[in-house]
């Protein structure tokens, strides 16, 4: 909602509207109003007739009471009004002098950025110790990434946000927009293969980088949005990394390759200098070798190199250095090629040719050789052997001496026309021009003409096609139709929209501006460099020289801050002035110039009229009250308190008393107060008067063991013997005693242990599971049981009693004698006559139903035919299983009594 004063005289729409950007304000209550009560601001439809109707008709009571309600609504309303003027005064002095807190977050911000670059850094910093001068340049670029407006894309003249898609050039490492460098190679391999290429579009053209010219394959043609290492497509927006990083290591190899990778973070621009470290010797190999950092492995140790230098005479004198050795620079006499002439030389060039012919006479013996110094032989005579006439038809085999004749045939060698033959008979010598007379066409193609076949024919008609900047007309004569470039100059302005185009002239979008512009601070210390261009869009950099403003307080000097446009930010030094009540110096920050608002309000005509911005004046305001502390004690002196020197006086620290009472155990509880002293040698300790009379119960320690209290009040000397009863549980915990304190607290162990027993017997059970026979006592039960236990051989028909712990401890078996085996061998004899009789009568019942199957499958039969018959015959145990299984059952029956008579 709006504030009390920005709602005041608005119509009755206005003042029910309830939107507002800021936050919601508390609500005020409103009074009900009479006709006297002045309108802020109206809600709805109640109005001023209305208001002194209802006062008419008011008895004298409703009159008293509407005007305290009155006076209750203009304090209200001075207080509304109080606390929107404060808020608005705060929001004009946030806006008009903002400029130390966009400092303050500019440092925020750069803090931030820093944690990025040093959290990129950790792993080569890692490996250099800390030694950061060889990565100065990697840090430029990755400020220009964090700098907003600082990376711009020459191609479209724009800063490159953190959102948007971007390509790096792998050879100037410069960014441009993924679509900018998509439409520029798509621009400049159309532009190429329209002038070179016959068949558009047939050939595989490069495109150029926009900036360094590097050149890069049609299929290089970017089509994916990578980050910097090219790990990651399309990484995504992290504040807590660099714009277009992925975060994950670089992983690229270093340039000069050395076999390592890079170790920073994903990151723009070149990797810096190898930072491992490797054992590595001079260039000589002499020295011994030494740890060095990789990117600076290659050392010189200054000795002499000693190598021998290619003229094999001198060894090299140079210090230790890398490659090969520089040629031997000593002066030395050498022979040239054919040995005739000796001169001083250098000895990086042995080898040289004196300026006179051979001379020497030729293997023929007729000719000398007439080439210039040479070594070796000088070879065959040229005359010798088979020559050919001059038109090479025929050939003769004649002494050097003689020369070849012509053969008298026609030459018919190709003329330089290349289109026919010289008609000369042969002759020694070029052939001469050919003057056939041919009908020639024009370069261009529209005119034909009766001429000599050496002459080139051109009409005077002048080519109408454009050039390939598709601006200018070719006027070329008699053009082929390949008409040459454009050769005037584009000038047409550049997206910078200050310079022209100094190009030849070309055809689609211009290359971008090539000069750069300052854009400086406040006061001109600080510049950086822009594209053409941008400088109306770039921020000015942050400048770190102070602000040279004079100071506008009573201050001699300003607080140090850097160089702003604008005003300078209020003074926060403090005052300084001497407060004229306590003499102390004021600490509060310099109010000289403050921001007030006007409070000269005049009144609206009516709701038509809208009210005016509020009215702020720089004043000084007094200095504040003192607030310096002054050590002060409290009234019962327990501590000493700094307080205001304003609010300096005697005070209560809210503590108890703490003085000793006059029974010498107790403490005053009442709360900090006054003590008066009636003598000096009086102990501060002491109780006064004014404390609190003992009203506590005995508080002297019990004897150990005893809890019950006192039943004296709070007494000197020794307490009463306890004689109250207590209630013990007994060592087997069923049964509760009850025993005088005083004998059970100064009992002994032996008699503590009697005097808790209920002498019975102890129910707890022993380990084998029998009763305990002890008295109740406390512990653990003994483990040796005398109690007789019964003993079994594995048939359960041999028994022996043997006491519980000789059971347990010596593990005493009993075994079965020669009538438990018998007995186990008759009973296993009977469940194997049992087993084979069930098998026999198993496949008895299968052959029967085999037999049954089988005829219900032959069908029916003739009547005049019988049925066959088959007959079964009885198997050994179904012949005499009655006289086998009566006999073996008595038997069982028989060894089944006499066990249960042995066992009862």
Not at 191 to 207: I, N
Not at 317 to 329: E, I, L, Y
Not at 389 to 416: A, F, H, I, Q, R
Not at 736 to 748: G, R, V, Y
């Amino acid at each position: 909602m709006e504030p009390a004063w920005r709602q005041a005289g608005k119509g009755r729409g206005r003042g029910r509207a309830g939107g507002g950007s800021g936050p919601p304000q508390p609500a005020v209550p409103r009074p009900a109003r009479d006709s006297r009560t002045p309108a802020v601001g109206r809600e709805g439809g109640s109005g001023r007739g209305r208001g002194a109707a209802y006062a008419a008709v008011t008895t004298s009571g409703a009159v008293q009471e509407s005007h305290l309600n009155e006076k209750q609504s203009s304090q209200n309303k001075f207080e509304e009004i109080r606390k929107a003027n404060q808020a608005a005064a705060q929001k004009f002095t946030d806006v008009q002098y903002s400029s130390s807190s966009e400092e303050d977050e500019e440092e925020e911000i750069h803090g931030k950025h820093g944690k990025i670059l040093t959290s990129t850094f950790t792993t080569y910093t890692d490996q250099t110790g800390g030694d950061v001068t060889e990565l100065e340049r990697t840090r430029q670029y990755l400020s220009d990434a964090f700098q907003s407006g600082a990376i711009t894309c020459l191609i479209c003249i724009a800063s490159v946000k953190r959102n948007q898609p971007v390509w790096s050039c792998s050879g100037c490492y410069c960014i441009f927009h993924m679509p900018c460098i998509q439409k520029w190679a798509k621009d400049s391999i159309f532009l190429v293969s329209s002038v070179t290429d016959e068949d558009f579009g047939k050939k595989d053209h490069p495109w150029p980088c926009p900036k360094c010219r590097y050149e890069y394959k049609q299929s290089q043609t970017p089509n994916r949005y990578n980050c910097y290492c090219g790990k990651v497509e399309d990484p995504p927006l992290d504040p807590w990394l660099l714009p277009h990083s992925c975060g994950q290591v670089c992983d690229r190899d270093f340039k000069p390759s050395c076999g390592h990778r890079c170790l920073l973070l994903c990151h723009p621009g070149p990797c810096p200098p190898c930072p491992k470290m490797v054992t590595v010797t001079c260039f000589c190999k002499k020295a011994k070798a030494v740890p060095r950092r990789c990117s600076a492995k290659a050392w010189s140790c200054q000795q002499s190199c000693g190598r021998v230098l290619p003229c094999g005479q001198h060894a090299c004198a140079s210090p230790c250095h890398a490659g090969d050795c520089q040629p031997c620079p000593r002066v030395s006499k050498q022979r040239c090629l054919c040995g005739k002439n000796i001169a001083e030389r250098l000895c990086a060039s042995p080898v040289w040719q004196c300026e006179k012919v051979c001379g020497r006479t030729l293997p023929c013996g007729n000719h000398t050789c007439e080439m210039v110094c040479h070594p070796g032989l000088c070879g065959e005579c040229p005359r010798a052997g088979n020559r050919a006439c001059p038109c090479g038809k025929s050939k003769y085999s004649l002494p050097c001496t003689e020369d070849v004749p012509t053969c008298g045939d026609t030459c018919e060698k190709v003329m330089e026309c290349g289109l026919h033959k010289c008609s000369m008979r042969c002759h020694r010598g070029p052939c001469e021009t050919c003057r056939q007379e041919v009908e020639k066409q024009c370069r261009c193609g529209k005119y034909s003409k009766l001429m000599p076949c050496h002459k080139e024919y051109l009409c005077e008609s002048k080519c109408p096609k454009t050039r390939n900047c598709q601006r200018h007309q070719c006027k070329r004569k008699c053009c082929s139709g390949n008409c040459p470039p454009c050769d005037q100059s584009c000038g047409r302005t550049m997206g910078c929209r200050n310079h022209k185009c100094p190009s030849v002239c070309h055809r689609g979008s211009c290359y971008p501006c090539p000069e750069t512009v300052d854009v400086k601070c406040n006061c001109s210390t600080t510049c950086i460099k822009v594209p053409c261009g941008r400088e109306r869009t770039t921020k000015p950099p942050k400048c770190k020289e102070l602000c040279r403003n004079p100071p506008t307080c009573h201050h001699s000097s300003r607080e140090r801050h850097r160089c702003h446009f604008g005003a300078c930010p209020p003074c926060r030094q403090p005052c300084q002035r001497v407060l004229k009540k306590c003499g102390h110096v004021c600490p509060a920050p310099c109010h000289d110039e403050v921001m007030v608002k006007q409070t000269d309000k005049h009144q609206l005509a009516g709701p038509w009229e809208q009210p005016s911005e509020p009215a702020f004046v720089q004043t000084a305001l007094p200095c504040p009250r003192c607030k310096v502390p002054i050590p002060r004690a409290c009234l019962g002196e327990h501590e000493v308190t700094p307080l205001p020197c304003h609010a300096v006086g005697p005070f209560s620290c809210k503590r108890p008393c703490g003085r000793l009472l006059s029974c010498g155990n107790h403490t005053c509880m009442r709360e900090c107060h006054v003590v008066s002293q009636l003598s000096d040698t009086q102990d501060k300790h002491k109780a006064g008067k004014e404390c609190q009379q003992c009203e506590e119960g005995c508080s002297e320690p019990r004897p150990p063991g005893c809890s019950h209290p006192c039943v004296l009040p709070c007494h000197t000397g020794a307490c009463p013997p306890c004689t109250q009863m207590i209630r013990v549980k007994c060592h087997c915990k069923i049964m509760s005693l009850f025993i005088e304190c005083l004998k059970i607290t100064t009992a002994d162990k032996n008699t503590k242990t009697i005097l808790s027993s209920c002498k019975n017997q102890c129910p707890k059970q022993l380990p084998c599971g029998h009763r305990c026979k002890e008295t109740c006592h406390p512990g653990d039960c003994e483990e040796s049981c005398n109690q007789k236990v019964k003993l079994k051989c594995p048939c359960k028909r041999i028994k022996k009693e043997v006491p519980c712990f000789k059971a347990r401890e010596t593990q005493i078996s009993v075994e079965c004698d020669e009538a438990c085996k018998d007995v186990k061998k008759r009973a296993a004899e009977l469940k194997e006559a049992e087993e084979r009789a069930a098998s026999e009568e198993e496949k008895r019942k299968q052959q029967a139903e085999l037999e049954a199957f089988e005829k219900r499958l032959k069908g029916r039969r003739k009547k005049n035919k019988k049925k066959d018959e088959v007959e079964i015959e009885e198997t050994i145990w179904q012949k005499y299983k009655k006289y086998i299984m009566v006999p073996v059952c008595g038997i069982v029956l028989a060894v089944a009594t006499f066990y249960l008579i042995q066992a009862g």
